[in-house]
């Protein structure tokens, strides 16, 4: 079974200050990771994904993350936050065979940006 | 990328009543679509997956004959809510697979739709 961890629920960040959230994966199989941002009362939009090539992912908006086999973690950064960045943020994976496309996400990570 | 939309974006109704949610994909063809449920401050719950032309497989403690399920065409899932309650107030949120080249590739999530039941 494949689980995601994302490690703090809430975090807050200076504007142009570096951000960090946390995800460290479980699964059995290579993953595929995603992360995906949702802006309140919307649907989830897709930061970037990992599927097995590039470890150092780069995404939408400035994101990036780095898949770490050896630490099972999958990072998103941004070098300098945006006010406009204010959101919550959910990692999942999926071992995307076919017929089981399913995303597990994790509890996702409210990111607050102080001016 | 690609787009989902759902439809209504918003829905107030009585207990009692039933309401549908409908689900497209915009610009491409999805077999495989999901529904899940999600509550405030909380991630999202994977209800059920829809497949084109076959019965929706649904998740564990999820009662299909509550939030039944269509997916009659390639663009187009809906979730129908069968006599609503209070406690089936809830932000829902669609998903398609977007397949490159036969192979999974990304999942595209719709807007959502807020359920009000009163």
């Known amino acids: 079974a494949q689980s995601v961890t994302q490690l703090g629920s809430h975090v807050s960040v200076s504007e142009g200050a570096l951000v960090l959230l946390r995800c460290n994966y479980s699964?059995?199989?290579?993953?595929?990771l995603f992360w995906y941002v949702q802006y309140p009362n919307q649907g989830l939009q897709l930061l970037l994904k990992y599927t097995s090539a590039a470890t150092l992912v780069k995404g939408i908006n400035g994101f990036e993350a780095e898949f770490k086999k050896s630490e099972t973690s999958f990072h998103l950064t941004k070098p300098s936050a945006h006010m406009s960045d204010a959101a919550e943020y959910f990692c999942?994976?999926?071992?995307?065979?076919?017929?089981?496309?399913?995303?597990?996400f994790g509890t996702g990570t409210r990111l607050t940006i102080i001016p | 990328g690609a787009v989902v939309s759902q439809h209504p974006s918003r829905v107030i109704c009585k207990s009692g009543t039933s309401v549908k949610i409908e689900c497209r994909s915009l610009?491409?063809?999805?077999?495989?679509m999901f529904w899940y449920r999600q509550f405030p401050k909380q991630s999202l719950m994977l209800m059920a997956t829809s497949n084109e032309g076959s019965k929706a497989t649904y998740e564990q403690g999820v009662e299909k004959d509550k939030f039944l399920i269509n997916h009659a065409s390639l663009t187009l899932s809906t979730l129908t809510v069968t006599s609503a309650h209070p406690e089936d107030s809830s932000f829902y949120i669609c998903?398609?697979?977007?397949?490159?080249?036969?192979?999974?590739?990304?999942?595209?999530f719709g807007p959502g739709t807020r359920l009000t039941v009163l």
């Open positions: 998903s398609a697979i977007w397949f490159f080249d036969r192979v999974p590739d990304t999942q595209y």
């Open positions: 699964s059995s199989v290579p993953p595929y």
């Open positions: 610009d491409f063809q999805a077999t495989t």
């Open positions: 999942a994976v999926s071992d995307w065979n076919f017929g089981n496309e399913k995303l597990t």
